[in-house]
């Protein structure tokens, strides 16, 4: 049983930094695309920043320039460096991991990020 294990997240001011970590638990991560999506309440969940197995990126318009992911293949961990938070960031993010080829797709368990005064 594959398993994606997030940390990171938690209060933050706004202006502030955060960063989001996700190891997934697969013998092979190089060949997986991976991402970031988010959930406010009340609100669909959205994807907020993806990269390809190739590493190529792409981000939700609101995130651009504020944003990061990347990955460590060597480490199978994804991450999502957050900066300049602003409160309507605010959401549960998840990680995610997932192959077309290999008709797989894995979740993460969700954290909160709470950006506040």
């Known amino acids: 049983q594959v398993q994606l294990v997030q940390s990171g997240g938690g209060l933050v001011q706004p202006g502030g930094s955060l960063r989001l970590s996700c190891a997934a638990s697969?013998?092979?991560?190089?060949?997986?695309?991976v991402g970031w999506y988010r959930q406010a309440p009340g609100k669909q969940r959205e994807l907020v920043a993806a990269m390809s197995s190739g590493g190529n990126t792409n981000y939700a318009d609101s995130v651009k320039g504020r944003f990061t992911i990347s990955r460590d293949n060597a480490k199978k961990t994804v991450y999502l460096q957050m900066n300049s938070l602003k409160p309507e960031d605010t959401a549960v993010y998840y990680c995610?991991?997932?192959?077309?080829?290999?008709?797989?797709?894995?979740w993460g368990q969700g954290t909160q990020v709470t950006v506040s005064l």
């Open positions: 697969l013998s092979i991560f190089s060949g997986y695309a």
């Open positions: 995610n991991v997932h192959s077309t080829m290999r008709r797989v797709d894995y």
